[in-house]
């Protein structure tokens, strides 16, 4: 019996050995994998852009600063796509149909994900939009910005663009 009962409470600790408290995902950790629809109906999936920097920004069509960095994302996207900087957009609004008509109105170069349920703000641990999350090429989180990205007169802010060169590798 106690046999039995050792080889129990052993299990049970090499079961939770690998466990760690429940929170949102700090620097360092895997960024939280998601599958989302994009505004195009293509199903895209976070480990898929392994190798590349990824900037995942949650925000909401209904969130003035929101709506106030897509044209700062837009010039990222657009300057350092070719070094391997990947900009998705998770659109945490509950009506789907909401986002496509403000793209519609307000189009925007990089890709937008559909999160109607929030998920995604859930497992990132976010408090409000907009938020953004820097992921490295190894799929790690590196950097988070709480509120609208540090930008000036329209373009991101130098430390900002630093920061995402240092990523980027130059």
Request: glycine share 12%; hydrophobic share 45%.
């Amino acid at each position: 019996m106690r046999a039995a009962a050792a080889m129990l409470c052993a299990g049970l600790i090499v079961a939770t050995a690998g466990c760690k408290p429940s929170g949102p995902p700090v620097s360092g950790d895997l960024a939280p994998e998601f599958v989302l629809q994009s505004t195009a109906g293509a199903i895209r999936k976070l480990s898929n852009y392994r190798g590349k920097v990824v900037l995942v920004n949650l925000w909401a069509t209904w969130c003035p600063p929101c709506v106030a960095e897509l044209p700062v994302l837009d010039q990222l996207a657009a300057k350092y796509a070719d070094k391997g900087l990947v900009v998705l957009a998770v659109a945490g609004d509950e009506d789907v149909r909401a986002v496509h008509d403000f793209l519609a109105r307000s189009p925007v170069k990089f890709e937008v994900l559909l999160d109607p349920n929030g998920a995604i703000g859930t497992a990132y641990g976010i408090t409000g939009y907009p938020e953004t999350f820097f992921v490295d090429r190894q799929g790690r989180l590196s950097d988070k910005i709480i509120g609208p990205l540090p930008h000036e007169g329209g373009a991101a802010s130098g430390q900002f663009t630093k920061r995402i060169e240092e990523l980027l590798g130059g």
